[in-house]
């Protein structure tokens, strides 16, 4: 019985059953998905040896500087995640640990995942097109976008997208680049009306911004916090609520004006 066992003894018993629930919890799979800091992605330019961004049916500009979409890479819907990975991730700036369902819809496939992905892309494609055409006042019946950025799934490109197509055809309105000739980062859904959405993933999209050389950083409104837990050096945040915020902070700071701030 363990009344007569020494104290250390039974002290040593009675932790056995919870060293075994940690040592199970080490290697057991959790339901977590690790991320971080995905590729960028230049709309203005060619991506895997296509033009990301083709315009007919109205002139269309030669542009400088560059508009990044940004990613972040998570482990798959069905990657095993044990407490290691997770302790670890947690203590480091480049790495998020988000539920598993947060980024994946539960008792989906991997097939039906990703056909659920490349639809929100193509959704969010179609509604960048309306909101830059809609901004510009131009008729789609008059002018075709093309999008070409088919292995990025998921809508959170749909902002520069748009961006893209306006700095393609109208610049900053005076015969100028939109980017100023910086290097522009950034992410958010845009709604057909010009509404920016908000992603998730941005301190870690920030990292990825800043590691390809942005110096500016589109943030949707709501995730300012967010973009600020882990914003590298030199990295300005402006946040975006529309369409048309984010065009006039472009042109604001390309004129040296004061600009919104995180």
């Keep these: 019985m363990l009344s007569s066992l020494t104290r250390p003894r039974a002290l040593a018993l009675c932790a056995l059953p919870v060293v075994a629930l940690l040592v199970v919890a080490g290697v057991a799979p959790l339901p977590f998905t690790l991320a971080q800091p995905g590729g960028t992605s230049d709309v203005l330019g060619e991506h895997k040896g296509r033009q990301v961004i ?21 482990t798959g819907p069905r990657a095993d995640v044990d407490l290691g990975d997770v302790v670890d991730s947690w203590f480091r700036g480049d790495r998020a640990v988000l539920p598993r369902d947060s980024v994946y819809p539960a008792g989906k496939s991997d097939a039906e995942i990703e056909k659920r992905n490349i639809g929100q892309m193509r959704e969010s494609q179609n509604s960048a097109v309306q909101a830059a055409l809609g901004y510009l006042g131009k008729s789609p019946r008059q002018v075709k976008v093309d999008l070409e950025l088919a292995d990025v799934g998921g809508p959170s490109a749909g902002l520069f997208f748009a961006l893209g197509i306006i700095d393609k055809i109208q610049g900053n309105g005076s015969g100028g680049d939109l980017t100023g000739g910086r290097t522009v980062a950034g992410t958010g859904t845009v709604a057909a009306d010009g509404t920016i959405g908000a992603v998730g993933g941005v301190s870690l999209k920030t990292q990825a911004a800043h590691r390809d050389g942005a110096t500016v950083f589109l943030v949707p409104k709501d995730e300012c916090a967010d973009a600020q837990a882990e914003k590298p050096a030199g990295l300005q945040l402006i946040p975006v609520g529309t369409l048309k915020d984010a065009v006039s902070s472009l042109r604001a700071l390309g004129q040296g004006k004061a600009v919104p701030s995180c």
């Design 54 to 74: 083709t315009i007919s049916g109205v002139p269309v500009r030669e542009t400088k500087g560059e508009l990044r979409m940004t990613t972040i890479v998570a």
